[in-house]
């Protein structure tokens, strides 16, 4: 009587049948090749912890641009503040130079 058993090396249709329903594939797999289901799940734990530390690095990257943002407006205010106030005492100076001389 014949083996109705999967062989132990899947083939690239159960690989991609584990995107339907890869609970159920993982578990066929840990009967037959444990080290593989194993490897796996330590590949997929990995995997979800990347996405994660990822999904954190975007965000901080995120809260640093917004922060950046209002710097540049504060400094931009800041700086066209300076230049009128500027432009300001060189047009003051001038006219109290001209009422000297005059």
Request: with cysteine.
């Amino acid at each position: 009587m014949a083996d109705s058993t999967p062989p132990k090396n899947h083939s690239a249709s159960s690989i991609t049948s584990m995107t339907k329903n890869p609970h159920a594939v993982l578990a066929d797999m840990a009967r037959h090749d444990p080290k593989r289901a194993k490897r796996i799940m330590t590949n997929r734990r990995s995997a979800m912890k990347t996405k994660q530390r990822k999904k954190m690095y975007v965000s901080a990257l995120e809260y640093n641009l917004e922060r950046l943002y209002c710097e540049a407006a504060a400094l931009s205010a800041r700086l066209n503040l300076w230049l009128f106030t500027a432009k300001d005492q060189r047009l003051i100076f001038f006219m109290f130079a001209d009422s000297l001389d005059g």
